[in-house]
């Protein structure tokens, strides 16, 4: 059965073929949650996170997936897909010219780290035993909260 859930990398590896083709240089940018990449992951808009969360003694993950921090149906839209995943341990997105551009959700270029994370992410998440608690991205906040590999 057809999904519709293309692969990131796929969309980041056709972006750099394409620029190519036109004589202009590129890279593949790994995407992870700075807090631990690899092991936390992060939530690709949008996000309703209900109340002050149910687990305080994961502070400040203290939202739990599915339980007070949903995933809306009416999230970011992907290429051919008006409601992807909206949670991943990694992504792949396309940088040059100074800039990066996310190619599964298309849009815009984006001139820093910080503002792809702002415009694209509303939280991170962990797994806690058999649980996955989140915490929500502070815009505008001074520190980064992703890594760019």
């Known amino acids: 059965m057809r999904d519709a859930n ?23 940018i790994t995407v992870y949650a700075a807090s631990n990449p ?32 949903i995933d809306s149906p009416n999230g970011a839209p992907g290429q051919g897909n008006q409601n992807p995943p909206g949670a991943f341990y990694n992504h792949f997105i396309v940088g040059y010219n100074g800039r990066f551009y996310d190619p599964s959700y298309g849009g815009t270029f984006y001139a820093t780290q910080w503002e792809w994370e702002d415009a694209s ?29």
Not at 136 to 145: H, L, Q, T, W
Request: hydrophobic residues 40%.
């Open 121 to 149: 992410l509303d939280g991170f998440f962990r797994d806690v035993g058999t649980t996955s608690v989140a915490k929500k991205n502070d815009p505008g906040a001074s520190n980064v909260e992703t890594v760019f590999v």
């Open 6 to 28: 293309g692969q990131c990398g796929a969309w980041a590896e056709l972006l750099k073929d394409v620029l190519a083709g036109q004589g202009i240089a590129s890279s593949k």
């Open 38 to 69: 690899g092991v936390d992951g992060f939530l690709v808009k949008d996000w309703t996170f209900i109340g002050n969360g149910s687990s305080p003694g994961t502070a400040p993950y203290v939202w739990v997936l599915g339980v007070d921090a």
